[in-house]
């Protein structure tokens, strides 16, 4: 018989027998959508383990309590993010509770109190929130910038002592913990040919974009409105899938990458759009998803898909939009400029989708879709190589991701993204306490994060902190 002591988290889901006695089939289609498209990419980031599925809930283990506290706190907040568009009564909500304990292992399941407390303390939890044993709490305080409210002794079901409860209070500190949802980039080779001149590249691309668009083929299979993991919202609802890298490196990945975030931010921007959030968006990237799959799993109408094709500093775009419960093509246009315009051509999509949707801009819209965080499209590409760095979560990626932010800093210092971004790098060195591997005093981490997120507010129009 083995034993170990670990980190528990019984998770379920509140009123599951009235949602499912409503609609079974939406339920179960939206509880896999959600784990596919959030909780499977936490548990990899947090080296988590799914011991099992009960239907209505999942019984978890984790190696370090951080990681287990911070696991929960960001599914617990993207899904209150993900169910602010949805009726209430169809909101999927997670109740979430934590220990430490030894536990008896069998085969690949788990047993003993410690597993039987963190079902009871999920049990105490409110609908969306996190309750914790008073030793995860001794282990968490001082490492993860969060507020904790004492719930006091509880006597609790088949458990002889009374047990301490704390409960997580989600809050600005939790919303600041969150970081984007990150996949496992698949494994490239290394290129087989030289590298072509960039004339001869982009003499290639009519055709390439005639291929890639193929205007022969036939529409896309409609989406079924009943299959829907989400009702549709009363507004034009849309997707931006992660767009293609067609160019002749995969280094240029973070570039792509980088031009569709910056659509899907444009866009949410505008109030007369209902728009899938970019870590869902990417829970699609390097997959081969149809497109009424997508418009079901996330409950939209519209997917907009691309390729970009970057030789030097020549940029072609390729965009279709797609009405994916008659899977009619809106539209399907070819953008062509340079980097130094950049920011040009992906006004014409953005622009291009609000005239194909019929989407009125209010005069602030207007506003906040001419301006810029940086005008620099250098600055831009350096912060956009930092930021795919950042991304990956580990000290060497953080320590070769500062001197790209720091140059576009050095290019536009006035560039609120870019200290932005640096703030949250920071912050995350001291919780992680990986400032010995990024050979920086914990004390200098500090001062220069707030010294960035001191600079990033200065602008209090730009929303930088939206990083995470």
């Known amino acids: 018989m083995e034993r170990r002591l670990t980190t528990i988290l019984a998770a379920d889901v509140v009123g599951y027998s009235r949602l499912m006695g409503e609609d079974e089939a939406g339920t179960l289609a939206a509880l896999k959508s959600l784990r596919r498209n959030l909780v499977k990419p936490k548990e990899i980031q947090y080296r988590g383990r799914t011991v099992k599925l009960m239907g209505d809930g999942a019984l978890m283990e984790f190696s370090s309590v951080v990681d287990a506290v911070h696991f929960a706190v960001e599914v617990q907040a993207a899904m209150a993010e993900r169910n602010a568009a949805v009726p209430e009564d169809r909101r999927i909500v997670y109740r979430m509770g934590l220990n430490i304990g030894d536990i008896i292992v069998e085969g ?43 719930l006091g002794e509880r006597e609790v079901k088949n458990i002889a002592e009374p047990v301490s409860v704390y409960r997580v209070v989600l809050d600005d500190k939790a919303a600041a913990l969150v970081t984007p949802v990150v996949h496992a980039a698949e494994t490239t080779g290394q290129n087989r040919w030289p590298t072509i001149a960039a004339a001869f590249v982009l003499s290639l691309l009519g055709v390439a974009g ?15 409105i009943e299959r829907m993991a989400f009702p549709l919202p009363g507004k034009p609802s849309i997707a931006v899938l992660p767009f293609n890298n067609m160019s002749d490196h995969a280094s240029q990945e973070y570039f792509v990458d980088g031009m569709t975030e910056d659509l899907i931010t444009d866009l949410s921007k505008i109030s007369g759009l209902f728009v899938i959030a970019r870590n869902s968006s990417f829970s699609y990237k390097g997959r081969s998803v149809p497109v009424s799959q997508v418009a079901e799993e996330l409950g939209v109408r519209y997917v907009l898909e691309g390729s970009v094709r970057r030789a030097g500093d020549e940029v072609r775009i390729n965009a279709q ?35 194909a949707l019929a989407v009125s801009l209010t005069g602030e819209e207007r506003v906040q879709q001419a301006r810029r965080e940086t005008e620099n499209a250098e600055a831009h590409d350096a912060y956009l190589q930092g930021w795919a760095r950042y991304k990956l979560l580990t000290p060497k990626d953080f320590a070769e991701a500062v001197p790209f932010f720091e140059e576009a800093l050095r290019l536009d210092p006035a560039y609120a993204q870019a200290h932005a971004a640096l703030a949250s790098l920071y912050w995350d060195v001291l919780q992680n306490d990986w400032a010995f591997d990024l050979n920086m005093p914990s004390l200098r981490a500090e001062q220069f994060a707030n010294a960035h997120l001191e600079e990033a507010l200065k602008d209090p129009t730009r929303a930088m902190l939206e990083n995470g």
Do not use: M
């Open 108 to 150: 690949d399941d788990i047993f003993g109190d410690g597993v039987n407390v963190a079902a009871r303390l999920e049990g105490l939890s409110d609908p969306g929130g996190v309750c914790l044993a008073q030793s995860v709490f001794d282990q968490v305080k001082a490492k993860l910038d969060l507020t904790f409210e004492h």
């Open 210 to 224: 005639l291929v890639w668009l193929q205007p022969w083929a036939p529409d896309v299979e409609p989406a079924s």
């Open 321 to 355: 939009l797609i009405d994916a419960t008659t899977g009619g093509h809106l539209w399907a246009e070819r953008y062509d400029g340079t980097l130094e315009n950049i920011f040009a051509l992906q006004d014409r999509v953005t622009e291009q989708i609000v005239a």
